[in-house]
């Protein structure tokens, strides 16, 4: 289901290029996208008068058992509100990650749809119920998100280099 989903996408992020020990370095079409970048911001907000993502803690980036079952925390990190620092504040080094928690924070949006009311009140038409197997949200998940992931895939392959399969296959998000 889509919040087990956020969870394993954040987890994966968690586990990417933060530190040597870093079981993971996802990559897609030569940029990186890894958990420092997201640190970083939380480090920043520290220091910030002003929030540019107000949700996000040290609580969010320093996972413990508790907060890496915690749905909340991976829907806030995987956020727009993150993505859009990124993009906006950081730099260009930051825009793998950026990119990718855009793509996987309107997935959830699409798949987790749960009041007739909610998409007025966040003014997200993401979170609109569906009325419509014509509905533009099925194709963006088919044509958009599916062709993201399966691009990245096809990125990580043909990436020139001397990696094994397990390399690749930590420069991709798990297998779920």
Known sequence: ??????????????????????????????????????????????????????????????????????????????????????FNYYPEETFGTAGFISKINKFFDCLNVRSLTEHITTRNPDKAPYESQDDPRFDWLENDFLKYLHDWSESVNNREGDFTAKDRQRMFLAHQ
């Open 1 to 86: 289901d889509a919040p087990h989903l956020m969870k394993t996408a954040r987890n994966c992020i968690y586990h990417s290029g933060f530190n040597e020990k870093s079981p993971r370095l996802m990559w897609n079409d030569g940029k990186y996208v890894i958990w420092g970048h997201i640190f970083r911001l939380a480090q920043d907000e520290l220091d910030r008068d002003i929030k540019l993502a107000p949700k996000i803690t040290m609580n969010h980036v320093k996972l413990d058992p508790y907060s890496k079952m915690n749905v909340k925390f991976a829907t806030q990190v995987l956020s727009q509100t993150v993505s859009n620092v990124l």
